[in-house]
């Protein structure tokens, strides 16, 4: 059922900075599909509509032959309606302001469907980190830090690691910020190294989030692993966490890729093998490996567009934005969707999987796993007490189970996609922030 809506307020500042545009806007654009289906004063969406601050950098490094590079980078605050702003650096050629404040809202969405006390936020560097070397690498990093001074810090924005930046590089960044804060500062950066007051599960969180939506699907349709396939788009951290824990309970990773292609073998693969081998050479090579050794199997070569066109009966896009669009999604033949990745399915894609009956877990919900356990180790940085790898999991595990149950309901209730429900009751939870501050319904009613 939907609920009348009254109309939409005057934008402030029509025009202002930030305003919507192409990536941006179509982001935003599917709150308005949502909004439908809960009673929400316009207000909510209006204030989501325009990022709260955008940061654009140049960062000077100086390159191991003596050169000097100007790098650009960002960071948006999309809203702190809900906390400090939260959300991961990535470091990418193609790499843009449309993107970054796209993924910023997304966080906003995420961190309220999962009931985190954060805003949103996400901030990217224009680089290919393929080319820097590791001394290279860490002057960016720094400087980047040094750039967006009091932009981030423990209480207004916390990054963490996303496309192509890793444990190492949030440990050098918290360094850094905490050497000019003359004070060491852990809770300002998550996904950092055990060593620098990182969180025991972190790194493998975001795969194991989406490992447990699966789990908990596998219970409720009595789906058996070892007859249910998998192909994997992306082998980065994400994807190959969540290849490690479905292997481990049987399922059949019959495809993989990374950004240079991917293998394809029907009797799937030995995931494990597959991460030594990737990390040992960095390339993806299907092979069994004992010990050290590694053996070459016999698999066959495939592009990322047939890997997303294979029958499977889970696949799981863990790479990048927009890579089901309408141009290939009528040949899409998953039984179910898994959005490791953020943004991986368009809005036009979405239509056409809901007609073929695909299910979609939408990665605001899919990827979760990330932030959560983000969430645990800004938690502990800020007490002092860390936790053991069990009781995180056990944390993680009730948190991502109870929002998967409650979005299912609003799913069945409304008879709308798992993408439509997530953002109906991450809209819920803002919609108390904005209340909580007053809206017109309240400042122009009489007081007296
Ligand atoms: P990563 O850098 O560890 O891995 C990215 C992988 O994608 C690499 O294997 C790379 O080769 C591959 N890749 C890059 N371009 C590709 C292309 N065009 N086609 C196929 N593969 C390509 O990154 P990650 O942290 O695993 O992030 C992957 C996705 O998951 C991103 O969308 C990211 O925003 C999302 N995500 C990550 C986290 C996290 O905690 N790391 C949390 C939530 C969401």
Not at 296 to 323: C, F, G, H, Q, T
Request: glycine share 10%; proline share 5%; net charge neutral.
């Amino acid at each position: 059922m939907t609920h009348p809506q009254p109309s939409l307020p005057r934008s402030a500042h029509p025009g202002a900075f930030g305003r919507a545009t192409g990536a941006f806007e179509r982001a935003i654009g599917r709150l308005d599909a949502a909004a439908g289906y809960t009673s929400l004063h316009p207000e909510v969406i209006e204030r989501l509509k325009v990022p709260k601050a955008v940061l654009n950098v140049s960062i000077p490094v100086r390159m191991d032959n003596g050169e000097l590079r100007i790098f650009e980078g960002y960071r948006v605050h999309h809203s702190d309606l809900r906390g400090p702003g939260k959300g991961g650096l990535r470091f990418h050629p193609q790499a843009n302001l449309d993107e970054i404040k796209s993924l910023a809202f997304w966080m906003t969405c995420k961190c309220a469907l999962l009931d985190l006390p954060f805003g949103g936020a996400k901030g990217g560097i224009i680089v290919d980190p393929k080319l820097l070397s590791p001394m290279e690498l860490e002057r960016l990093s720094r400087e980047f830090i040094v750039r967006l001074g009091s932009f981030i810090g423990p209480e207004t924005d916390i990054p963490a690691p996303d496309v192509y930046t890793n444990p190492r590089i949030m440990g050098w960044m918290m360094d850094e910020y905490s050497r000019l804060a003359g004070r060491r500062t852990p809770a300002v950066i998550t996904g950092k190294p055990l060593g620098f007051g990182g969180s025991r599960g972190r790194n493998s969180a975001t795969g194991r989030g989406g490992y447990l939506l699966i789990q908990e699907l596998a219970r409720q349709r009595g789906w058996n692993p070892a007859e249910t396939s998998v192909a994997i788009q992306g082998f980065g951290n994400a994807g190959q966490s969540i290849a490690r824990l479905l292997h481990a309970d049987g399922y059949r990773i019959v495809a993989v890729s990374d950004s240079r292609g991917g293998i394809h073998r029907e009797e799937g693969f030995d995931a494990p093998s597959l991460i030594h081998s990737k990390n040992e050479s960095n390339r993806l090579d299907a092979v069994y490996c004992q010990a050290s050794v590694c053996e070459a199997v016999e698999a066959k070569r495939i592009s990322n567009d047939e890997l997303l066109e294979l029958e499977v009966d889970i696949l799981i896009p863990a790479a990048m934005e927009d890579v089901i669009t309408g141009a290939n999604a009528a040949k899409v033949r998953a039984g179910t969707i898994v959005e490791l990745a953020n943004g991986p399915i368009d809005d036009e894609a979405d239509r056409i999987l809901a007609e073929k009956g695909i299910l979609v877990v939408p990665d605001i919900l899919a990827n979760a796993g990330g932030v959560t356990v983000s969430y645990f180790e800004w938690v502990q940085n800020r007490s002092g007490d860390y936790w053991s790898e069990e009781e995180i999991f056990r944390r993680l595990e009730i948190r991502m189970k109870e929002q998967f149950a409650q979005v299912q309901k609003i799913a069945q209730d409304h008879d709308i996609t798992l993408r439509i429900a997530a953002y109906v009751l991450a809209l819920r939870r803002i919609a108390e922030t904005v209340e909580a501050l007053g809206t017109s319904r309240y400042f122009t009613k009489s007081t007296l």
